[in-house]
């Protein structure tokens, strides 16, 4: 049988950082770590821990002796009930700080790297309404409150769209308003949800798989444009047009309105054909002049104007003249290949999605751009000898790859093509650190810019510049 973790409570516990994936982190009188979900480094607690390991506690703060001087007041009404912005009630400052701690840290500590001197975090000018891509989730089995819950009140109806409440698949909070995306995203959002409770629009059964309206995806851009896709799990004709229709009337601004059709388990749309019921397929995404076509299955940087940032920083680091054959790996949608190619003598991308391909190419098409080029495959596979044999030995590589770092080979690839320059781009520098670790001794880091793109949460990206030790 068996054992239950037994809680324990801890009083008068200090907090004295911020750990991994936005929990603080306090000690146990027995010297063990505890992670903590609700609260900021400063604060003075008493825990009660949820669960015990044998290396630490996690718990959650019931009663604060001392509010640190780092908290402020959270924006959003729903903060820690969401689990989407985990450190809004920490000052922006102090975020940086932490977030700039913990890529020191693991370059440090997981890299055993030799570090040149880290260069301060570039923070967003913005710390709400940054994002440029929102999904929301409809279902009839609204997430009620510890308060709703015990009240005496009989709630009909339970009808939702919102985010998913950390670690339930079927349960979804309501969202009333939204800071991370600007306006019209909560009035589209709000308007679907009444437009549909008024007309008996079904909204989603996750448990018994059926019911109309299945997910709301809105992308805002730079130049203005709003596309709204909304995933409907049943082809309901007359129902799907009536929403689609009226948003049309209501929200005039909108530039490209698509659905899907979905009545798969999962609601991925990358296995989907996607509709376009109004306007274009698409909608437009611009930096430094370039032009970027953004369907509903693109991948783009969340946050446009901190992606400029990026990408300015991951140029400088090449430190292009023009003569140079770059190779960028994790290409996506060639966005960092074509924000580089008029510096470079040539640009080498390679992904292993062919939509992004296909958009990638369309895009450099579109910009007019001749000096780059596009291949598609798994880089484990595509980034070989005779990949470096047909292409050109590159001058500098970057890479970008997702959260899980490069795999082996990649890394292995590298080393045996050795470029004199590597810029390795992240968004989780645990993994960067690791893959780092695996070259250092045919590479140096000379420099370290750390990046932030997702203010409210405990996420940052870092560019990292490698130089071949001579």
Known sequence: MRRKNKRQTFEHVEVIDAGAKGKSVGKAPDGRIIFLSNAVPGDVVDVMTTKKKSAYFEGVATHFHKLSDKRTTPECQHFGTCGGCKWQHMGYGHQLYFKQREVENNLKRIGNLE??????????????????????????????????????????????????????????????????????????????????????????????????????????????????????????????????????????????????INP????????????????????????????????????????????????NVTRDFAGLTGNELVYDLYTGTGTIAQFVSKKAKKVVGVESVPEAIEDAKANAVLNGISNVEFFVGDMKNVFNDVFIAQHGQPDVIITDPPRDGMHKQVV????????????YVSCNSATQARDLALMKDTYKVTKVQPVDMFPQTHHVENVVLLEKRV
């Not at 995806?217 to 596309?227: A, K, L, V």
């Not at 292995?412 to 810029?423: M, N, T």
Request: aromatic share 12%.
């Open 115 to 260: 570090l040149p001197r880290v260069s301060p975090i570039l923070g967003s000018e913005k710390e709400y309404f940054y994002r440029n891509k929102m999904e929301f989730s409809f279902s009839n089995s609204r997430w009620l409150t510890q308060k709703e819950i015990v009240s005496d009140r009989d709630f009909e109806d339970r009808s939702a769209l919102g985010f998913h409440i950390p670690g339930m698949w079927d349960k979804i909070l309501d969202i009333k308003k939204c800071h991370l995306q600007q306006d019209p995203s909560n009035a589209i959002r709000l308007e679907v949800k009444k437009f549909a409770v008024e007309n008996g629009l079904a909204f989603f059964d996750p448990r018994n798989q059926n019911g109309l309206l299945r997910t709301l995806m809105i992308r805002t851009s730079s130049t203005g444009e709003i596309m709204v896709l909304i995933q409907f799990f049943e082809d309901q004709k007359e129902e799907k047009e009536l929403l689609l229709n009226h948003l049309i009337k209501k929200f005039p601004e909108i530039t490209s309105l698509q659905y899907v």
């Open 264 to 311: 798969k388990q999962n609601d991925t749309i990358y296995d989907q054909e996607v509709v376009c019921f109004s306007g274009r397929d698409h909608i437009f995404e611009e930096m430094e002049g370039l032009r970027f076509k953004i369907n509903a299955k693109s991948f783009y940087q969340t946050n446009s104007e901190q992606a400029h940032v990026l990408y």
């Open 412 to 423: 292995e690839q590298l080393l045996q093509v050795a470029p004199p320059k590597i810029v």
